[in-house]
């Protein structure tokens, strides 16, 4: 999987507006990072610039991408979130496919967002495409879905 080097500029442009932020990056961008802070009763707010992938023939094969320690990959599952208690209400997801899942009838779509918005988030933001590994707020051909109300 390729680097993202895009998501460094992502996470300092964030930075000035959250200068307190915790910002996770290369092998720091770990997966138990990441329940780290999504397990911190004091944080409202995670946006995450990482790989997503979303199968479509699979109901539950709805992933994001972290590293490792040693700098490998690991995955996280969205049915994974649900067995953590959280407190986050805004999600940013910055990530390929992220808003993409599986529709069910009577229980709609299967996708990162519906399993944070299971687990008590008020707002996720996901996309339904393949994203470019660059930052920028301002370009106007950016597709984005917003979940929530």
Not at 86 to 106: D, W
Request: positive net charge; proline residues 3%.
């Amino acid at each position: 999987m390729p680097e993202l080097p895009g998501t460094l500029q992502e996470a300092e442009k964030i930075r000035k507006y959250y200068p307190k932020a915790r910002i996770y990056t290369g092998r720091n961008a770990t997966r138990a990072n990441f329940f780290k802070i999504y397990r911190d009763s004091t944080i409202r707010y995670i946006h995450l610039a990482v790989h997503g992938l979303a199968n479509s023939s699979i109901r539950d094969d709805v992933k994001l991408y972290f590293r490792t320690a040693s700098g490998g990959i690991d995955s996280l599952y969205g049915y994974e979130l649900l067995s953590v208690r959280s407190r986050v209400q805004k999600v940013v997801l910055s990530a390929c496919q992220s808003g993409l899942g599986i529709y069910q009838k009577g229980e709609g779509t299967y996708s990162l967002p519906r399993y944070f918005i299971i687990n008590g988030a008020t707002d996720v933001s996901a996309s339904l495409w393949d994203l470019e590994d660059r930052f920028d707020p301002m370009k106007s051909n950016i597709g984005i879905i917003r979940w929530g109300w």
